[in-house]
């Protein structure tokens, strides 16, 4: 499985941001799609997930309310809407594809809150 984050860049505080990852290859073995981010000198920190089948969401109380996970299972792509943002919700947004026996983590895409 091959993923693809996209639609980082640099916005305001307060601005809207929409993250989307594509998946590719054996896509049939994924059965969730998980966010995480990590800022420069912090730990990874996990944003969201949402499985395939059913589409049942999660998040963690950081971001509850502000983040939202959709997909889209004919497209193979599971979209991050980023609202409310602010200059902490800076790092790097990874996607990772829970399959069947391993999981595979995409390159990532920046995010960069300013004030």
């Known amino acids: 499985v091959h993923l693809m984050e996209s639609g980082g860049g640099l916005v305001q505080a307060g601005d809207s941001l929409r993250l989307s990852c594509a998946a590719s290859?054996?896509?049939?073995?994924?059965?969730?799609l998980h966010w995480y981010r990590q800022a420069p000198g912090k730990k990874r920190e996990w944003v969201g997930s949402i499985t395939l089948v059913n589409g049942f969401t999660v998040y963690p109380d950081s971001v509850k309310g502000r983040f939202t996970i959709s997909r889209d299972t004919a497209k193979n792509t599971a979209d991050l809407q980023m609202n409310s943002l602010k200059p902490e919700d800076t790092a790097l947004y990874l996607c990772k594809a829970a399959a069947s026996e391993k999981s595979y983590w995409g390159l990532g895409t920046q995010v960069i809150v300013s004030t």
């Open positions: 290859g054996n896509t049939a073995s994924v059965i969730a």
